[in-house]
């Protein structure tokens, strides 16, 4: 049966109230929409109650602009289904960009994908695009060298799936203005939304966003209307005036025959309170009630019939809530069951789960016709379209299937109460039972997160558990984090402790997406629980992964005394199971504390041999990063040729891995070097390369650290103004972060350029700041760094003239870090800070053994300037 058509009677009710009393809105959505004044982002919320007019304003305003024809931008249009989908507003945007109708098979739809990606960015990066967009399509394309590289490291596949989304939506919004229209926003995946509030902050190019919601929107996302707060406007949709409803009563009501009686006008109007949603519904209470009935069942043309005696004993609705309620049981048994059976699948529903609850509640026939039993359900939808109840959409989820959508979620929310909750868990296990049998949608997340909804609903609590941790390594494989860890906590919750060995795995992937997502009080307790259950089963290999994974959230917070045992243990653990790689991973982690710590020694011994057992794995990515690990503490140890070969070698094989923010770690490191060789020019432009990938890419903690990087080189290179700019622009972020370490850094950068710059009060404050925050850190390296910093302005006179003499001290206890941690280049540098000041300074002019001192400290810091300008071969 052709559920796309409807009958006589269902084109008499094909009711539509007229747009009355909404011009000034229409104007401004319409002019919103035409501004090509504006070269970003620019946003309009409207926001209204159920029924108010928001859609039909939309329809109204689009049809507008596109008799505007070559003028107009180009629009695509979405709805917000359900929110159990990640990214699935972007999904039907896309769909709609790309063209793709119902049924295109994959190939097709993909090579469609392809061409018109490669005509936006002229075959710029269009392998990667076409993955991360096609991800959202539900379309796999092959992964491209970039996307292999992040595969493993789920924070940098996030951030650069949303860059390379932005980078097509504002290079195809250059090309043409773009428009991108959503209807109930407040319905959206919390992907979706993520994605769109980036969007409109960041894409600098002609982009109008157009949606609609209720104000459940905002207590959502309370702080929706200050994204991109000054490019974003409110618009309110209230009740229209009687003037207006009395108008809108009388189209709707233009078929009677005779015109529009005043009685059911005014009982529409006084009932409605300005609702146009609310007047339509009061015109299918009439057709329920029998009060209008089409004139000629063969003829829809001929107009209704009117039965005012029959207005008497209809208990007219005075809302929406309680119109539905009437539409809803007037209903024969037969829709009115489909309709509780679609309204427990939920706001979206599929013509074959109705099918797979038919036959549960029936019993089996004897001899199974094919087809036979279908009739039933596809008649009774073809009812509900005509009723109004339900639409059916132009694609759908699952291939070959039909798939319908509740046209008022509240009818689906009153239905859903009045069903038994045996009859309803029924239900929830046939729909299950359904898509268990599914074998084409193995890894999909919304399959998963459906099955573990109907499985948990019929009281399957392992199974539902297990179906939502599938979830979420689905949506995690998609760099879906947040969803991700949602789907992690439901799944852990419910599977409880009937399947351990499932449960060690989850806990890590989810302990990692919290990482991801900056909860990483959250990520220890999944590590700590993980590390419990390996435990129990004996499970040695997930022991040594969860004492790794503690280690390195406690090294990361610079708690460097309480990783050390975690770092010792997994490598005990790995050991006694022969885990090779778990093995070369705890090395590298120690090779690092012990880098951390000062211990260069202990540090290039530990990185060397895990970097031996990566090239005998054949880890590319690791052994990549044990280079670069290797070359920055070869850099701190003094042996400068030694370290640029290495990173210079890690730069190379990540630029042919195409791992973005490796590379940020390759440049950041070759531009310390250059640094140290006071070589800032160099040093500024590695700088610069680094902080335009990592700026693509999105990574606000990476970029405060480049950012950082470039302030102290301006620094150096006498732009003083630039620097505290930049300086400044770093401290902000990092303080939003709550990045402890590099925050400490950016204070530091300020202290030295208002040293240079002569302001001595706000070096000192910034100075001490930076004090307290290494001391805290407990970090040798940077505490060195600081007091030596702090040296320079208490010589300066910060803290007054009676104060100057403890320069000294600074500087001492500067060089006393250095000696212990073996930096040998930060020796040299407070040496020879400690040997100007006294030189220069009144209050030791007349101390020869200081003096002398001094003197000696000089020499020695030019001796290892010389010895490793010589070993880089710079004269």
């Given at each position: 049966m ?24 229409l104007?401004?959505l ?11 982002a ?6 209204g109650?159920g ?35 990640g ?24 090579a ?27 379309l796999?394309?092959?992964d491209?060298?970039l ?20 980078s ?34 960041q894409?600098e ?14 207590s ?17 949709l209230?009740s ?5 409803a009395?108008?809108?009563a ?8 005779g ?12 009932s ?13 209470v ?8 089409a004139?000629d ?56 789960g ?47 299937d ?29 729909i ?17 997160a459906?099955?573990?909804?109907h ?34 906590q ?5 599977l ?9 795995d ?11 997502l ?32 503690i280690?390195?959230?406690?090294r ?6 309480d990783?050390?045992p ?36 202990l540090?290039?011994?530990e990185?060397?041999a ?12 690791n ?44 440049l ?31 990574e ?8 950082t ?12 103004e ?22 400490g ?9 208002f ?60 060089i006393?870090?250095c000696k212990?941690?073996g ?29 002398t001192?001094?003197?000696r ?19």
């Open positions: 052709d559920l796309s058509k409807g009958s006589g009677r269902g084109e008499s009710l094909s009711l539509r109230a007229p747009l009355v009393g909404r011009d000034a809105e104007a401004k319409e002019a919103f929409l035409l501004d090509r004044s504006e070269r970003r620019r946003t309009v919320t409207v926001l109650a029924g108010i007019g928001k859609t039909r304003l939309l329809d109204e305003v689009l049809a507008r602009v596109a008799d505007v024809g070559l003028k107009g931008p180009r629009i695509y249009r979405s709805s917000a289904r359900t929110a159990s989908r990214f699935g507003v972007f999904a039907r945007l896309l769909r709609a960009r790309f063209g793709l109708a119902e049924g295109t098979p994959s190939e097709d739809a993909k469609q994908v392809r061409d018109q990606v490669s005509n936006v960015l002229d075959d710029r990066r269009v392998s990667d695009v076409c993955f991360f967009l096609g991800q959202m399509m539900d796999r394309f092959f491209s060298p996307t292999k590289a992040v595969a493993q490291d789920a924070a940098q596949a996030a951030h650069l799936g949303r860059a390379i989304v932005k097509f939506f504002e290079a195809d919004a250059t090309h043409t203005p773009l428009g991108l229209v959503i209807d109930d926003l407040h319905l959206a995946d919390d992907d979706s939304l993520s994605l769109l509030g980036y969007l409109m902050e894409v190019a002609p982009l109008a966003v157009l949606a609609t919601a209720r104000n459940e929107i905002v959502r996302r309370e702080g929706w209307f200050e994204v991109a707060a000054e490019r974003h406007q409110r618009m309110d209230g229209v005036d009687e003037g207006a009395r108008g809108i009388r189209a709707l009501l233009a078929p009677c025959n015109g529009p009686p005043d009685r059911l006008v005014d009982a529409a109007v006084s409605a309170e300005g609702n146009p949603g609310l007047l339509e519904q009061m015109v299918r009439y057709h329920d009630a029998q009060v209008l009935q004139a069942t063969i003829n829809p043309g001929a107009g209704w019939k009117v039965n005012l005696g029959r207005l008497v004993g209809v208990e007219l609705p005075l809302s929406i809530d309680a119109a539905v309620e009437a539409r809803t049981g007037a209903l024969p048994p037969r829709e009115r069951r489909i309709l509780e059976w679609a309204a427990v699948m939920g706001s979206v529903f599929w013509r074959g109705l099918l797979a609850i038919e036959r549960h509640e029936a019993a089996p026939p004897e001899f199974w016709r094919p087809f036979g039993d279908e009739a039933e359900v596809d008649a009774a939808l073809e009812e509900l379209c005509v009723r109004g109840h339900v639409l059916k959409l132009p694609d759908s989820t699952f291939p070959g039909v798939e319908f959508v509740f046209k008022h979620n509240l009818e689906r929310e009153k239905i859903l109460v009045l069903i038994s909750a045996t009859a309803s868990r029924r239900y929830h296990q046939a299950a039972d359904w898509l268990g049998g599914m074998s084409t949608l193995d890894a999909e997340e919304e399959y998963f459906m099955l573990g909804e499985l948990q609903a019929a009281g399957g609590q392992t199974r539902a558990g297990r179906a939502y941790l599938d979830a979420g390594d689905s949506a995690r494989a998609h760099f879906r984090s947040r969803r991700a860890e949602e789907y992690y439901r799944g852990l919750e419910l409880g402790e009937d399947d351990p060995r499932r449960r060690i989850a806990l890590h992937n989810r302990g990692d997406v919290l990482l991801v900056g909860k990483r009080d959250e990520a220890l307790a999944a590590f700590r629980e993980m590390l419990s259950v390996a435990y129990r089963v004996g499970s040695l290999s997930a022991g040594g992964a969860a004492h790794g994974r280690g390195r959230l406690h990361g917070a610079g708690a460097l005394s990783a050390r975690h770092f010792t243990t997994a490598l005990e653990l790995y050991t006694a199971v022969h885990d090779e790689r778990g093995i070369a991973s705890s090395r590298d982690d120690m090779g690092q504390l012990h880098w951390m710590k000062g211990e260069y020694e540090a290039l011994e990185l060397k895990a970097l031996e057992m990566r090239r005998a794995q054949g880890d590319r990515r052994i990549a990063l044990s280079l670069a690990n290797l070359g920055r503490v070869m850099l701190d140890h003094g042996q400068p040729a030694e370290a640029r070969a290495a990173l210079e070698s890690a730069l190379a094989m990540r630029r042919e891995l195409g791992d973005p923010l490796d590379i940020v770690s390759s950041t490191d070759l531009g310390r070097l250059a640094q140290d060789q006071a070589d800032h020019r160099l040093a500024l432009s590695l700088f610069r390369e680094a902080y335009a990938i990592v700026e693509e890419v999105g606000r903690t990476r970029m405060a650290s480049v950012m990087l470039i302030g102290e080189t301006y620094h150096r290179l006498g732009d003083v630039q620097a505290v700019k930049v300086l400044t622009d770093a401290e902000h972020l990092c303080d939003e972060l709550g990045d402890r370490l590099h925050l850094e950016a204070k530091r950068g300020l202290a030295k350029v040293l240079k710059q002569g302001d001595l009060r706000k070096a000192r404050d910034s100075v001490k700041l930076a004090m307290d925050i290494f001391g805290q850190v407990k970090s040798k390296p940077h505490l060195a760094s600081v007091l030596r910093t702090c040296g320079e302005i208490t010589a300066a006179g910060a803290w007054g003239e009676s104060h100057r003499p403890k320069a000294a001290d600074y500087f001492m206890r500067s006393q870090l212990e941690i930096n040998e280049l930060e020796i040299a540098k407070s040496y020879r800070a400690f040997a100007r000041y006294v030189q220069c300074s009144e209050d030791w002019r007349d101390n020869e053994e200081i003096q001192k001094a003197t400290l000089a020499a020695m810091a030019e001796e290892i300037f010389a010895r490793r300008r010589s070993a880089l071969g710079v004269r």
